[in-house]
C-alpha cells in the first residue's frame, strides 16, 4: 500500500527534493532572518515545484507530530522501489562487477531499520533489501532516522528473503550472516568480493534458515562484558569493514 509520509530535517528534504521532486507534495517552514539561507534553500524547493509555507513553531511541530524537525516540513509520496528482479537485472550490468547488498532480515524497530538505510547509503551499498511482512516498512520515523537514504538507495522489497538470498547467490554474491555465535570473525572474511551482508532481528537474530542459506556466518569481537551491538550499530562495523577492504584492494590495484 502506498501512500504519503512526513520529512523532517533539511538534510533529508533536500535529497527528496533534488532527488525525486515529482514525489514531493507540501512543505512547511519557520520564518528566518537568514535571508542567504532562505534564497539557497527556496531555489532548491522552486526546483520541485513547490511553494513554501511559512507556519509557527507550535504549527509545524503540530504537523510533524513531534518537535524534532529542526524548522521545515516536507509532506512527500513513499519513495519508489525496485524489485528484485530488476536488481538482479542491474547486478548483471558490467560496470557492476563488485555489489556491496545489505540485506534485513525482519529488522522491526523503526529506529533501527532507518539506521541501517542510512549506514547502507554512507558506505555505497548498491541496495538493501527487506521483507513485506514481520519487517519495519518506510514511515515518517524510518525517513528520519535515514537522514537521507530513502532518496539514495535502491530498495528493494521482497516476499521470502530466503528466495532472494537464493536468487543472489546464483549470480555470484557471497552471502555473509552476522550472529553473536557465528563460527568466524568478520576481520576474517573477504568482503572484496560480491558481498551480501546480512543482519537480523533485534531479539532472535537471523532465522536459521538464512543463517543455513550463508556462505559464511560471522561474529564481532567483543572485548567487554556487553557481548553484543545493536543490530544498526553491528550493520555499520561490517558494512564499514567491507568499504575498509574494498579500497584497500582498490588502492593496490
Known sequence: MRGDILVGGWHSVAMALKRNPHLCKEIWLLPTDNKSSFIEREAVIATAGLR?????????????????????????????LTSLKEFLNHLGDKKRKNPLILVLDRIQDPGNFGACLRVAACAGADAVIYPNNNSAQITSTVAQAASGALDVLKLVRVPNVANALRELSKVGVWLIG???????????????????????????????????????VVSLPS?????????????????YEALRQRISESEMS
Open 178 to 216: 552476522s550472529a553473536e555465535e557465528g563460527d568466524r570473525c568478520l576481520y576474517d572474511v573477504d568482503f572484496s568480493l560480491p558481498s551480501a551482508i546480512i543482519v537480523g532481528n533485534e531479539g532472535s537474530g537471523i532465522r536459521e534458515l538464512t543463517r543455513n542459506l550463508c556462505d559464511s
Open 52 to 80: 513554501p509555507q511559512f507556519v509557527e513553531r507550535k504549527t509545524l511541530t503540530k504537523i510533524y507530530d513531534g518537535d524534532d524537525h529542526h524548522g521545515v516540513v516536507l509532506k512527500r509520496a513513499l519513495p519508489n
Open 223 to 239: 572485548g567487554g562484558i556487553l557481548s553484543s551491538l545493536n543490530v544498526s550499530n553491528a550493520a555499520t562495523v561490517l558494512i
